[in-house]
Each structure stands twice: as C-alpha cells, then as structure tokens.
C-alpha cells in the first residue's frame, strides 16, 4: 500500500506549531516497511481539506490525516471526511458514552462543545480514546481509506501503533520491513566523504533491490551517513545493515565516532572508561554547555567527575588558579584545564574560554575562542577556534569542537 | 499573493529528520502578511518531484522549495527545476567562482562533487550564499516562480528573510502585516488561565475583525499566550498588540515572566540586575544545563558569576563543603546553594541535587530532586521536586524549576 500524510491545522502553516506528527507517522510508516511518498499541511478550511484529500487518494491507497477531531470551531475533520465519504455526520452513541465517562472521571462538566466530538461519517469506524477526548475515525472511500487521528502528538501517536499501523499491514499483505541505521562522522566534509564512499555507493546501485541504499546528511554534529534496507524480516535487515556499515567503517576509519545515537560525549566516554579515567571540564565561553551534554551520555556517573563554570574572570583566578592577566589566551585555556583537573581530581580535562558574541574581548572578534585538553602525565595543550554566528551558535560549536579534540588526543595515546 | 511551500528529502518523508523549515517559512510569510495554503514533502525522486512543483504552481503564485541543492547525488532539486521550467542546467560562473572562494578561504580543496552546487537552470537568478555553498534560486516559470533554498536551517532562514521575503512583497503589491506577541506565564493551569481571561477573550471576539486574537499553548516551560493582529502597517499592528498586552498583564499579574523569546532566566537576570547582585549555581542532576540557559540570558555577564557541576559526590563534599552523607537530601542541597555562593563570591545561588534516573538514589525514585536557593543575608531555603519523564526531561524540569524558585524569592523579597 502507498500512504500519504495530511497534517491539518492553520497554526501549522503560520509556523505556530512545528509539525511534528508527519515526521513520527513516517518514521512508523518506515519501519512497517510501508511506503510514504507525500506528506502535506493544510489549514483549518473546508473546501481545501476535501481538495487535498481528494488529491491524496488519487496517488495513495491510504491517508492518514492528524488534527482538527477537537471539540472548537475550526475542528472540521470529520465534515471533511464526510464530504470526501459522500455521507452525512451522525452522532454516535458508542463514542458520545466515551465522552461522558471521560468528564464524569475527571468530576467535570462536559462542554456542550464537546459533544461534536462524537459526530463521526456514517460507515466510518471508531478508534477509542485512551488518553484525551477526540475519538480516531477508520473512514472507507471505495477501495482507500482516510484514517483521522488527533493532533495531540501522545494521542497521535498512541493510536497510530494500537490502530492504523496494524490495520495498514493487513490491507497491504505482503510483510517488510525497512530499517535505518546513521553513522555519525566528525572532521570530514560531506563533499570529500561522498568523494570516499563513491565507489561504494557504484557497487550497491549494481547490486541492485535489496542492497542498501545509502544518503549522506551534513548536520552541525558532523556528516551523517545513513543506511537504509528493505527486507522481509528483521533478522535479514539487520545482517545486511551490519555488513554495510563494516564496509564503510573500513572506508572512512577514525572519522567514524558513533552510530544512531551515539553523541561524540558517548564516545568520549567509552574510551575514557577503557581507562579507568575520570573527566571534568572548566568552562567559561560554553557555559555548562559541555557539562550537560557528557551527563546525557550513558556511564557519565562513572567517569564524569563535574566541572567548573568560570563565566566571571574572577572565577578563573581565584577558583581556577589562572594567573592574572587576559584571560581569551591558549594559557588561560591551559591553566584552566590543569586548575579543574587538580580541583576535581580527575585524571583528564577539557577547558573553553573565549567571547560567545555579540561582542568581541580583549580585541578578539566574538567567535573566537581557545580549548585545551589536560591529560595527567602528558603536556596539556590548546587550539584557537573561530566561528561565525549567534552566542548559541559559537557555543555549541565550542562544545563539539572541545569534545572533538578530547577524543581525537584519546585516541592518538 | 499565494504561496505554497515544498520541502525536500526522503529523510523529512522517513521521520528522520523533522521538518522546522516549512514552519519558519510560514512564520515569516504570515508576519509578511502573504497567504500560505498548503505546504508539502516530498522525497529525493526526480518525477515525485516535478509532479509537487507543478501541482502547487497550478494553485499557487509561487513555490518556496528547501532542500535538495547539496552536492550528492540524491541532490536533485535543481534538475527538477529545470525540468519544470522546461530549460537546461548551465555551470554558472559566478556561483563557481563564489564556491572557489569558500573553499580556499577555509584552505581546503574544493571535492569535485560540489561543482554541480553552481548549476544552475537557464533564465534562473542567483541567491547568493554568505554561510554554506549552495547558492539559493529564484526560478521563473511562465509569471510564477519557484524559489529553491538549501534545507540547513540556518542558511535557508537567512536566504529566505534577505531574498525571497522581499520578491514576494515586490510581487504582491498590497501591503499588510500580521504581529503575533507571546506572553510566558509560570504556575498557572492552561484551563485556569482562560478562565481568568474569558471576559477578555468575547469582548475581543464582540469587537469584530482588527481587533487581536488569543491562543493558548501548554508547553514544558509554560503556558504561553498568543496574541495576533493583522493591520494595514508595523505602527498600527505594534500599537495593538501592545494594549492587549497590558489588559492582559493587568488580569494576570505576576504569572506572566517574559513577553516572546524572554526566558525565565532573562526575568531573574533583570531582578538580579535591579539589585546589581550577581548569581553563582551548584548543580549535580541538571548537570551544567542551568548554567547554559543562564548564559543564554542578555547581560549574563554582568549578573553570572559561573557555577561548580558537582556530578560525583566527592566534588560536593571537597569543593562545595556539603557533610559527608547522603546527597539527595533538602541540607545537602542547602550545604550546595550555600557553598557555592561562598565559593565564587556570589549574593545569591541556586542549588541541584537528585537522581535524574534511569536508576534511583540512595532509595529515592528516579526524578527525585531537591532544589535550594540562597541569598545573602536570609535564610537558604531547600524544596523538593518530583517529576516522571526520561533523564533529559527530569534535567530541564529541574533547571526551569529551579529558576521559578528563584524568582519567587526575588519577587517576594
């Protein structure tokens, strides 16, 4: 089966609200193995939703539609759908005894409002609430189908797994599955990555269906390159996923620093705990930025020991121990390193210091900024950075940049 | 004018990525005052492709296109553009040469792959790049246009304000604009909020068309309240808005903090600055993430002293002074705020202390914190917080809640 997506809501198009209920409903889609070639966002206006939906089932044998099943004027996805079915609302007594207890559970009134909430297209099935008010709707129209569900994203999204997803697998017949998995690559452009991975990329066009297919994603973490099978079953996509991200592993090496969800602090972290090493951080450009990335990495409560936020130049000298004096330097930078990592007593650290923007400091333009690394036993070391763009720009930037060269001097040991 | 909005890439269709791009594309067309229909994705496929442009330049003036200008070969945007527009693509010079000098002013070789960045369709107009290298197009088709943008957030929002916001006011003639103004509130239910404002709400629904119109948003840093009004020009609009506010502060008081992008940290950064006083925060679960946000706030460093992350214990009881013993507890989180403050020679400081999960602490379930405030001269006060949700989640509610303690306490000072 082929399915389309129909968000429906005005404050979508106004940007009000991000849409993110199509992105979930493909990613669910995908996994089914299930095809999504369009999605789209109308606003909340009777004739362009019918037009639109129209539209959707000429192409798709389904569309899954989200938004407008609220009890408010503006609601008008089940007259749509009714208009689209060629039937009439009707009240149901099935959906309205729903509502009812909903209120009475929560020793509310029910708004006479509310009560639209149980109109739904004759012939059309219902989807029960298990969270909110708005029933979901199974709609025929001929052989396709519109499936209605709320725009609340848990609502959604609870429904699109209970009811849509299963319901869609029996109409399509044939089982499959399409699994995903990213590499994430630090220090190479998307240009010279594509360049390396070319004739790769020849080879699984030549394999033809089946083989992997294979899109590169520049993000401010780095290059992703993400790999993507179909298959009958799990256990095939898997293997086929594993052997291909060997074979680019075996292609681009180092710059490789974790899959899916791995961040560049989990990685960090693995080779930290390798060693029996413990990390803290003294920042003062990035703010804390780089401590509240490594505690979301899995094991931080074992090698993370803390960190200094010296924002006040006062922090640096008096808490820190660096010497007096400008403090946007490489030896501000090393000196905060070495004072964090004897203050917290870890065996490695990561410093920042530099000016996030709008303005520049000490006569240095805002973007630059100075990281060191401290490695006990070893000479601790700095780089200049400079980038352009917001304070949260250069910070994040700051933060990535720091975690970069940890890991890049972790892994030159 | 009418404009529809095609967002490019198999990833938005896969749920990989979320599209934010086609919400800020109609964000800044509605504070433009130009209509904005329907918006669409669509995946790297060059028929799929041609069939949603030419199907929104059947209804709409113009097409706002992002992503697809990158140097891959599932980069295909300008080759469909061209077919659409029924020409060739012809190697541009200047974008050529524009693409040269990105390189070499970051002293890399330009990989061969990016070459095709500078194509261009025939009778297409450039939009020159100032962040990245795909230059964006503006691309006649009979008297419509297609504008295509790159889909990096950053660069597609700035071509889109520079470049194409511009053309199409040149292209619509009639001027008018519509303001939207948020007001942030804190420690008020989404349903107790309109209540209080119902009065408000018909007087403004009986005053007719012109006057402002109100929508509620519950989101994780509170329930915001959206007033819009479309006017004939910026003074007028600007005028409007600003009354409303002022009914609306005068209903609400106190629970509204910050007006659009003001944070809860950029209120207690102005308390802090009526006082000239300077803050200093301890952080164990929310693990530097208050830090970051505060020096996010305008005028941080004037207020922000830094902060100490004491992740592991030992860093509580060695540099923050706090008795050997358990640390989720309301005096370890006292012995936080209060070492701190000392530590970096604040007034006032805040403290966290808790187990953000997936494991409890010291028989504490996951999402048990203690939170403490400290300000020179009273008393330190400690509180406790319990909270569902994953690590992140209990971390930023932690962080948000924090600061609400803290600007209770400035407040009642």
């Known amino acids: 089966v082929r399915v389309e997506v129909l968000a429906i809501g005005t404050e979508l198009l106004l940007g009000q609200i991000v849409d993110t209920n199509s992105a979930v409903i493909g990613e669910e889609l995908a996994k089914a193995g299930i095809d999504c070639t369009f999605q789209a966002k109308v606003g909340d206006n009777l004739?362009?939703?019918?037009?639109?939906?129209?539209?959707?089932?000429?192409?798709?044998?389904?569309?899954?539609a989200c938004g407008g099943l609220g009890p408010t004027q503006d609601d008008i996805t089940r007259e749509a759908i009714a208009a689209v079915m060629g039937v009439r609302l009707e009240r149901d007594p099935v959906a309205l005894d729903q509502l009812e207890r909903f209120f009475s559970s929560r020793r509310t009134a029910?708004?006479?409002?509310?009560?639209?909430?149980?109109?739904?297209?004759?012939?059309?099935?219902?989807?029960?609430?298990v969270q909110g008010t708005a029933p979901g709707l199974i709609c025929p129209v001929g052989d396709r189908v519109i499936y209605a569900l709320p725009g609340v994203p848990s609502e959604m999204a609870e429904m699109?797994?209970?009811?849509?997803?299963?319901?869609?697998?029996?109409?399509?017949?044939e089982p499959a599955v399409i699994l995903s998995r990213t590499l994430r690559t630090v220090g190479i452009s998307e240009a010279r990555l594509s360049e390396l991975v070319a004739p790769r990329l020849e080879a699984l066009d030549a394999a033809g269906?089946?083989?992997?297919?294979?899109?590169?994603?520049?993000?401010?973490?780095?290059?992703?390159?993400?790999?993507?099978?179909?298959?009958?079953?799990?256990?095939?996509?898997?293997?086929?996923?594993q052997g291909e991200e060997e074979a680019i592993r075996a292609i681009l090496g180092e710059v490789v620093y974790g899959v899916d969800d791995e961040t560049i602090e989990t990685a960090v972290g693995a080779l930290l705990q390798e060693r029996g090493w413990t990390l803290a951080v003294a920042e003062s450009f990035t703010g804390g930025l780089i401590a509240a990335r490594v505690v979301e990495a899995p094991g931080a409560s074992i090698f993370f020991r803390g960190g200094v936020v010296a924002y006040d130049e006062a922090v640096k000298f008096e808490v820190l121990g660096v010497p007096r004096g400008p403090v946007v330097t490489a030896e501000a930078a090393i000196a905060m390193a070495d004072g964090v990592r004897a203050l917290l007593g870890a065996d490695v650290a990561v410093s920042t210091t530099g000016a996030a923007g709008p303005t520049g400091q000490e006569g240095h333009p805002p973007g630059t900024g100075f990281i060191a690394t401290a490695i006990a036993g070893r000479a601790t070391v700095a780089e200049e950075m400079r980038v352009s763009g917001s304070r949260l720009r250069v910070r994040e930037y700051g933060a990535l940049r720091a975690m970069q060269l940890l890991r890049q001097r972790l892994l030159a040991l």
Do not use: C, H, W, Y
């Open 47 to 64: 004739e362009r939703i019918v037009r639109a939906f129209e539209l959707a089932l000429e192409r798709a044998d389904a569309v899954i």
């Open 110 to 129: 029910m708004a006479e409002a509310n009560l639209q909430q149980a109109d739904v297209p004759v012939g059309a099935t219902l989807i029960p609430q």
């Open 160 to 173: 699109l797994t209970r009811a849509v997803i299963p319901d869609l697998q029996v109409r399509s017949g």
């Open 209 to 241: 269906p089946g083989a992997p297919t294979m899109a590169f994603l520049a993000t401010a973490d780095g290059v992703k390159v993400r790999l993507t099978v179909k298959a009958s079953d799990d256990a095939t996509a898997i293997a086929r996923l």
